[in-house]
């Protein structure tokens, strides 16, 4: 169990790096990044003793197969999930032939019939990994792992992304590569 601190402090960086960067005075460039002493000073806010070691400790341990942080140098950026108006840009990049999308039964019907919407994020979030999906999947009742023929939907315009080695992003995926 990831200790109770590590993970609050994992929480506050999301707030920081995908959903409210100008709350805390936090600028973002283009691709997500900030230095990592403007975070350090806004989790300071709230958690007085926060040093650049807990911030590279978040980012190698609380859940390290989802990989939601990069460190760059003097730099860091959440990886995906971002709710911000400004899109954070993603390099476009062919996909594996399938990828697979966790979310909850509740939400197949719609999903089969519109397709997957990013909802209040900036991009559709996919993997490889079926455990990964079905955990994600799971956060709002019972999983159901979608798969999605994504090498078809690349050649037919889809736009793919890879946010790191967990998680791939789209814009959208149309319901006709939904299985």
Partial sequence: MADARLIRI?????LVLRHKPEQFAVLLDPEGYAPVHDLLR??????????VDDVRRVV????????RFSISGADIRANYGHSLTARISQPRVVP??????????KAV?????????PMRRQ?????TNPDLAIRVG?????ACVLEI??????EAGVAFYRANEAFWLADVVPPEFIR
Avoid: Q
């Fill in 109 to 117: 019907d719609i999903i089969r019939h519109d397709g997957i919407r």
């Fill in 96 to 105: 594996p032939e399938v990828l697979l999308h966790g979310t909850s039964e």
């Fill in 10 to 14: 994992s929480k506050l960086m999301s």
């Fill in 60 to 67: 190698e341990t609380i859940e390290p197969d989802k990989a």
């Fill in 138 to 142: 799971g956060r709002h009742g019972n």
């Fill in 42 to 51: 806004a989790l300071r806010e709230s958690i007085p003793d926060a040093s």
């Fill in 123 to 127: 991009y559709v979030h996919l993997t």
């Fill in 149 to 154: 023929d994504a090498l078809r939907a690349y």
